[in-house]
């Protein structure tokens, strides 16, 4: 069929597309049949959703999920909520809005041709050809999902999927200054979480070294599945045709085609075309889009001219300020204020009213409600939580019970080791061990080790031998919110707060040491992980001499032997020259995997939130929530509330003792 250049193909797929489709996606007459019934029924049953169930449509995301249905509402759900989060930005999005961004500037463009597996390939001008003052970072992206809109409707597109290529030629510090980690988050989130297309690769070209400092924003938000589909190439175009033939390509990328001579003004009358379905797309969500639409209908524009006003309310009914027949006004909210006094008791009232309970915090995959701010979470994980756990530790149902009951054979084999072997108290050494249970037995055994070795430090340890260092002294510190990852946050202050001769080293440990217990009770915790921020603002010689390398090698044996947590990251903040002086303590014992896992940032903060949001930090570390007003005084009782999983973990280890 003869198609324009610069159009999509939307027929219905040949049969040599469906033959892939069957291959790669599963998908035949009956199982298409039958995945978008289960899919209609699915999002009837969601009340909280609207998203059109016409077949075709439906189809869009039930391909990319290789037609499994409950896939298909979770990504639709992801959509819906990526749409929520970002409403500011896309709302009622229209190819109008970004026309000059398409039609004068050549950011985004979208070869006409396929590849050789008939992949789309999406250029992106990151380098010098994008002007960050014509086209903001908020306006590439605006563009970039308009374009997949369009795409999504191409069934070709829907099976082969999507290869993107990210041209950084002449990349500067003028683009450079232009992304955010704001930035980075969004368009990653999008990518990975709430993008209804396959896209197989991603190859980055002509990148200069300042890239380095791009990609050190983006790294941190990008998953494993995505990673392995980044490919860097520099000027070396060879590289690239091991994925994308020289035949599909342009002389500019060192293919056997023409040099491009188009771009994005010539694709926007495609965009345009397919306004309907952009609107459409618009209004899919969750009911707060649809009220937001009906809101946003009714909201009409005057300006001066008051005659326009007056088609909708009566000048008989309005004051002279605003042309009516009534006086003029010559009352204010104050003389309006005793009567919204008056009525406090209905207010208060009102103010109680609401969702009985939330539906989940995204971030622990726990139900909110009237969660104590210094309290764990340790009702068993969501759904949304579980989802995270299978794709990051390989747990399914299955896997969990067989490993369950492989690692509980295998403790009853193992004589000279003493532990419980319920379930939950299993899981806690199999999520970090990614359900391998030979991997978790040697975890415990290690931790057995730990505590025979360290026997006077630990033996009978209780939250009521250190209380007074928990309340007297702010060291030890657990933010009461989450990071966008759903890791737990602590905070060890290590510098001039930290005094040694009232709270010894040994003590600091054993503090950590009980706030590690608690944290391995949380699901979230233990399928989200750690992180660890370790402030040594105003360090002195005082606290220097407060260490050794007797204690550097026990909490750093510790957090690499025995710790049944996933330590994901350590970051170093406000550290002086004299720290020096510590790094050459703790440097000897510090195995290759928590190297890879430790950030320096001094006082710049900015480097802090590459790894952990702003939106998720206090002000003292340069966040946008308040500064720090708790302590470990607040999470003290918390701890203590805990004692009983205490003392037994205190029972257990070599069966042997000491």
């Given at each position: 069929m003869s198609l324009k250049p610069f159009d999509i193909e939307v027929d219905p797929p040949g049969e040599e597309l469906m033959e892939i489709a069957r291959r790669e996606?599963?998908?035949?007459?009956?199982?298409?049949?039958?995945?978008?019934e289960e899919l209609r029924s699915l999002l009837r049953e969601a009340k909280d959703m609207h998203f059109s169930e016409e077949e075709e449509f439906l189809l869009i995301f039930l391909r990319p999920c290789h037609f499994y249905a409950e896939s298909a509402l979770k990504m639709m759900r992801r959509i819906a909520e990526f749409k929520k989060a970002n409403h500011p930005l896309l709302h009622a999005l229209?190819?109008?809005?970004?026309?000059?961004?398409f039609i004068e500037h050549n950011v985004v463009n979208v070869l006409t041709n396929r590849d050789q597996k008939g992949r789309r390939v999406l250029l992106v001008n990151c380098g010098a050809a994008w002007d960050p003052k014509a086209v903001s970072s908020e306006q590439l992206f605006r563009v970039f999902f308009l374009i997949h809109l369009v795409a999504q409707l191409e069934p070709a597109t829907q099976i082969n999927g999507v290869v993107v290529v990210l041209d950084f030629d002449g990349l500067s510090l003028k683009q450079v200054k232009a992304l955010s980690p704001a930035f980075s988050r969004r368009l990653i989130t999008f990518i990975q979480d709430a993008m209804p297309l396959r896209l197989k690769e991603v190859h980055i070209l002509k990148q200069p070294y300042i890239f380095n400092m791009v990609w050190a924003l983006f790294k941190p938000f990008i998953r494993e599945k995505l990673k392995g589909r980044?490919?860097?190439?520099?000027?070396?175009?060879?590289?690239?045709?091991?994925?994308?033939?020289?035949t599909d390509l342009p002389a500019n990328y060192g293919g056997d085609r023409p040099p491009i001579n188009y771009g994005g003004r010539e694709w926007y009358p495609c965009v345009y075309n397919y306004i309907d379905h952009i609107n459409q797309w618009n209004t899919l969500n969750s009911d707060r889009?649809?009220?937001?639409?009906?809101f946003t209908s009714q909201i009409f524009f005057h300006g001066n001219d008051l005659s326009k006003f007056h088609r909708y309310i009566s000048v008989d009914r309005l004051p002279a300020d605003y042309g009516g027949n009534l006086p003029a006004i010559d009352y204010t909210g104050k003389d309006w204020y005793p009567c919204v006094e008056a009525h406090i008791e209905h207010i208060g009232k009102y103010q109680r009213c609401g969702f009985v309970e939330s539906l989940k915090d995204r971030r622990t995959g726990m139900k909110t409600t009237a969660q104590p701010p210094f309290d764990i979470v340790t009702e068993p994980p969501s759904q949304e939580l579980l989802e995270v756990s299978r794709r990051e530790l390989r747990e399914t149902p299955e896997v969990r019970e067989e490993a369950i009951k492989q690692l509980r054979q295998l403790l009853h084999n193992?004589?000279?080791?003493?532990?419980a072997d319920d379930d939950d108290f299993l899981l806690i050494f199999l999520r970090p061990c990614h359900f391998y249970p030979d991997s978790a037995l040697k975890m415990m055994r290690r931790i057995a080790d730990f505590k025979k070795n360290n026997y006077p430090l630990m033996h009978n340890l209780l939250p009521e031998d250190e209380k007074l260092s928990f309340i007297d002294h702010k060291i030890v510190n657990v933010l009461t919110n989450r990071d966008s990852k759903g890791r737990r946050i602590l905070i060890v202050s290590c510098g001039a707060v930290w005094d040694p001769k009232a709270v010894t080293a040994e003590k600091l440990f054993r503090m950590f040491y009980l706030v590690h217990l608690v944290a391995q009770l949380e699901p979230a915790t233990q399928i989200n992980g750690v992180v660890i921020v370790m402030d040594f603002e105003g360090l002195s010689l005082k606290q220097v001499r407060g260490l050794s390398p007797s204690f550097s090698k026990l909490l750093l044996t510790f957090l690499q032997e025995a710790v049944p947590?996933?330590?994901?990251?350590?970051?170093?903040?406000?550290?002086?020259?004299i720290f020096n002086m510590v790094w050459t303590l703790f440097?000897?014992?510090i195995g290759d995997k928590l190297k890879k896992r430790l950030y320096f940032h001094g006082n710049d903060m900015k480097k802090l939130h590459k790894h952990i949001d702003p939106a998720d930090l206090p002000k003292n570390y340069g966040?946008?929530?308040p500064a720090l007003d708790y302590s470990s005084r607040d999470w003290y009782p918390c701890i203590e509330k805990y004692t009983e999983h205490i003392q037994r973990w205190n029972n257990y280890g070599h069966a042997a003792g000491p």
């Open positions: 996606l599963r998908e035949t007459p009956e199982i298409r049949a039958s995945a978008v229209k190819p109008e809005e970004e026309k000059l961004a980044i490919f860097f190439h520099g000027m070396d175009m060879r590289k690239l045709h091991k994925h994308i033939d020289p889009a649809i009220v937001l639409l009906m193992a004589t000279d080791l003493h532990y947590l996933r330590m994901k990251e350590f970051h170093i903040l406000k550290q002086p020259y440097k000897p014992f966040g946008t929530r």
